[in-house]
């Protein structure tokens, strides 16, 4: 390694993109430390929906059979139109050997080197890592997306809070094995069974004053989510009541505007962003981890190729700066308008949530019909072979 940086590649980040990265650089035969600010490497929410195109870069991963065997297919009903089908799993089961993965080290901000243009991470134990190249993978409160002038994240683009949970039955229960929409007002109640014991749940509701109390607080949350869904019918409620605390996860949802993405190249150096952190796309159209991952095998495509696909070069090849910016240049070339339109997408439907005004609806309906005529457009794309 060059002794004047402490490590080649950095991710900043080991949720989904960040590990996918790592794991896409991996199979490239690049190595990447990946640095994580939690005490491990968790897994947050219950559970995550991947659509056929996630399933095809989990496939590139190499890890599509695994998640397979332990994914729940499933059949949508009521909200979305066609027959694709979706697999709900938990990526938690995501078996890495990736090298190194540093937990407890929070990324501040990082820099550029006045002199050798390297970028220069400031950690929160006062120390600073010096890397040739960064991939920030910190999702929707990026650090490393501030040096792109990216608008912080915002509550204020939706009013929406959503919470994911199982509930248990342990005689049984019996609804059938389809995905299942209900609604009243602004209250939406997604309901999936994983067995014939075990059902996943989520819920949509307006942000209340309460919420950014009781977000750590399971019981309270749970008591929440009861008052918000007076009305429904009474399995609904029982399954509220019977929620298995552990896994009861609520969000406020930040969002960045989509046209965010469209003004902005990405790339500053050999620092780049990807997944949540580029574009946070929230939970409407179920493709924010998808795209993360699609993200990660774009990347690791493009510095392969400036690495090792040069007739000159060497698999021992280091990556230098002009090979990072050209990479970069190719994988934000790449991934800005399917980022775009994924994030605009999600954004009618959660606006369409949302807002009380019937003419808003009418005119996002309006808009989703001429540009989304194929509701289904985002899952039948392939992002290309690792
Ligand atoms: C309620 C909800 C439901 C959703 N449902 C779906 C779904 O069904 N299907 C789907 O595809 N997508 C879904 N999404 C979107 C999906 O969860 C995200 O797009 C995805 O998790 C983004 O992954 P990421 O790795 O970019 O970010 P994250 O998962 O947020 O990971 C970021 C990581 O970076 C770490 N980190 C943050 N800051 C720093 C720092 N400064 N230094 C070091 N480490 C740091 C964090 O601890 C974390 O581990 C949903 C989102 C929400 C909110």
Redesign the pocket.
């Known amino acids: 390694m060059d002794t004047d940086v402490d490590a080649e590649i950095v991710i ?7 590990l996918a990265t790592a794991l896409a650089l991996h199979r490239k035969r690049i190595k990447s430390v990946v ?4 005490e491990t ?2 897994a ?2 219950a559970a ?4 056929a195109n ?1 399933w095809r870069a989990l496939d590139e991963l190499g890890i599509g059979s695994t998640l397979r065997e332990t994914a729940i297919q499933i059949h949508r009903k009521c909200t979305f139109s066609g027959e694709d089908s979706y697999r709900l799993t938990r990526l938690s089961q995501w078996n890495f050997h990736l090298g190194t993965i540093r937990t407890n ?4 901000s990082v820099e550029l080197d006045p002199v050798t243009k390297f970028p220069h991470l400031m950690l929160s134990n006062g120390s600073v890592l010096r890397a040739k190249v960064v991939i920030g ?7 490393i997306a501030s040096m792109f002038g990216l608008h912080r994240t915002t509550l204020r683009l939706f009013s929406t809070s ?1 919470a ?1 949970g199982f509930t248990n039955y342990p005689n049984g229960h019996k609804f059938s094995s389809e995905f299942v929409m209900m609604s009243k007002g602004q209250v939406q109640l997604g309901r999936l069974p994983v067995t014939d014991k075990l059902v996943y749940w ?1 819920v949509t509701r307006l942000r209340t004053s309460k919420d950014s109390k009781i977000w750590k607080d399971p019981v309270l949350i749970r008591q929440s989510l009861m008052e918000s869904m007076k009305g429904f019918p009474a399995e609904a409620m029982e399954m509220m009541r019977n929620s298995k605390l552990s896994f009861l ?1 609520l ?1 406020e ?1 930040k969002y960045r505007p989509p046209w965010d993405l469209l003004f902005n190249n990405f790339r500053k150096g050999t620092v780049t962003i ?4 580029m574009h ?4 409407f159209v ?7 991952i699609e993200d990660a095998i774009v990347l690791a495509r493009c510095l392969a190729q400036k690495m090792f696909d040069d007739k000159n070069k060497t698999e021992e090849t280091t990556i230098n700066s002009a090979m990072a910016e050209e990479a970069f240049d190719q994988y934000v070339k790449e991934r800005k308008m399917r980022n775009f339109w994924l994030s605009f997408h999600s954004f009618l439907v959660g606006k369409k949530l949302d807002t009380t005004s019937s003419i808003i609806r009418f005119i996002i309906l309006a808009i989703m019909s001429t540009l989304f005529r194929d509701p289904d457009w985002h899952s039948r794309y392939h992002c290309g072979n690792l």
Request: glycine share 20%.
């Open positions: 900043v980040g080991a949720g989904i993109c960040g640095l994580e600010r939690s490497v968790r947050t929410g995550i929906i991947v659509q996630g080290c929070q990324v501040l993978c910190d999702g929707v409160n990026s650090a959503v994911r989520f996860h969000t949802l990807a997944g949540d952190a946070p796309t929230g939970p179920a493709q924010g981890g998808s795209a993360s």
